[in-house]
């Protein structure tokens, strides 16, 4: 017979939060561990493996490594890494709200806690939800994650029932949470500016697009629902719709390219001249691609962005924060895992996309 304690833990539902990943600490070889897993990845750096290991061993981490460390400098806190501190903040909150019938761990595709170990402490689930904390799919950052997780499941003899949240980023209390973060931050005299994470064109034309679109992606169908270009753009349609916004009152653009290949545009950076030149004086800029803020929206937007608009005589700069532990964002999460829909319908409109 299964002692009580076992049948109680193995009638859990577990949940399996996963998020990009930080570096341990400030320390130098902290930083280039996380930024070698990182790089190395071959969903990341999408060239052949040879090429990838010199690029990033003999390149990116010996030049790059003092410019990432001075940049995690003037964001970390004195209990750590934002990333991993609202992430621990927003775990908390989810397993308050799902009470005792889920085991809620928090995992990191890069670094600790890796999702091998988080799936060590999920192992006497009977059902696991699997949910990487990215609105909009890439495979540089979703599909990494949710490779990872199936090759550490590989390994295992019994496999718990697997529920994958693929995307949410026309998920309606996804939007419904982002736009309550950023109404509370904005009002007229500023032009938003929807800033997402960019990706090289090439990993958009991989996954399944003829070409990389020069101006705003096409509604969502099924030709382009995986997407990451198109999810973006979708994303922040229903946003401005949401908010009441007419198209001259927002803009999309991508950030945080890497190295000189053609990325998505238009980039974050160039939009600031343009907007200037249009008369805008004042924008507050949103993230819709991260849940929590990080490096990428902490440093990156609400430092270096900021300081580029002052520079070219704008005035007004607000960075509006992420979801991070929202109440509506964490009661959002918390359905989400329960309802285990498949809500992706034939017009693959804007109902959401799950797998």
């Known amino acids: ?112 806690p890796s999702i091998e170990q988080a799936l060590h402490e999920l192992r006497l689930c009977d059902e696991l939800t699997i949910l990487p904390l990215y609105p909009q799919y890439s495979s540089a950052a979703t599909g990494s994650s949710i490779e990872e997780v199936m090759r550490v499941l590989s390994q295992k003899q019994v496999i718990s029932s697997l529920h994958v949240i693929r995307d949410f980023y026309n998920y309606p209390a996804y939007i419904s949470s982002q736009s309550e973060v950023i109404r509370n931050h904005l009002d007229n005299k500023y032009h938003l500016l929807l800033s997402y994470h960019g990706v090289p064109e090439r990993h958009i034309i991989k996954g399944g ?70 008369g805008v004086n004042n924008i507050a800029v949103a993230c819709p691609s991260f849940t929590v803020d990080c490096l990428e929206t902490l440093e990156e937007i609400g430092i270096r962005l900021r300081t580029l608009w002052i520079d070219l005589g704008g005035k007004e700069f607000v960075l509006i924060p992420c979801l991070n532990t929202n109440k509506s964002w964490v009661n959002t999460l918390s359905k989400l895992v329960q309802s285990k829909l498949s809500i992706r319908d034939d017009k693959c409109s804007s109902k959401g996309a799950f797998t």
């Open 1 to 112: 017979m299964i002692p009580f304690f076992l049948k109680e833990l193995l009638m859990k539902k577990g949940l399996l939060l996963i998020n990009l990943g930080t570096p341990d600490s400030l320390n130098s070889s902290d930083i280039k561990r996380y930024l070698r897993q990182f790089l190395i990845d071959k969903r990341v750096i999408d060239i052949p493996t040879i090429f990838r290991y010199l690029l990033v061993y003999g390149l990116i981490v010996p030049f790059r490594s003092k410019k990432t460390a001075h940049a995690y400098q003037s964001i970390w806190t004195s209990q750590g890494s934002p990333l991993m501190l609202y992430s621990k903040e927003l775990l908390r909150h989810i397993q308050q709200t799902l009470g005792a019938e889920y085991q809620v761990v928090l995992s990191m595709r890069y670094g600790t």
């Open 209 to 278: 697009c003829k070409r990389v679109c020069a101006e705003d992606c096409a509604l969502i169908t099924l030709e382009n629902q995986a997407c990451y270009r198109a999810q973006c753009f979708e994303t922040s349609r229903l946003l401005a719709k949401e908010l009441k916004l007419s198209p001259k009152q927002y803009t999309t653009a991508f950030q945080s390219r890497l190295g000189k290949t053609p990325w998505i545009r238009p980039y974050t950076d160039e939009v600031l001249s343009e907007l200037i030149k249009q």
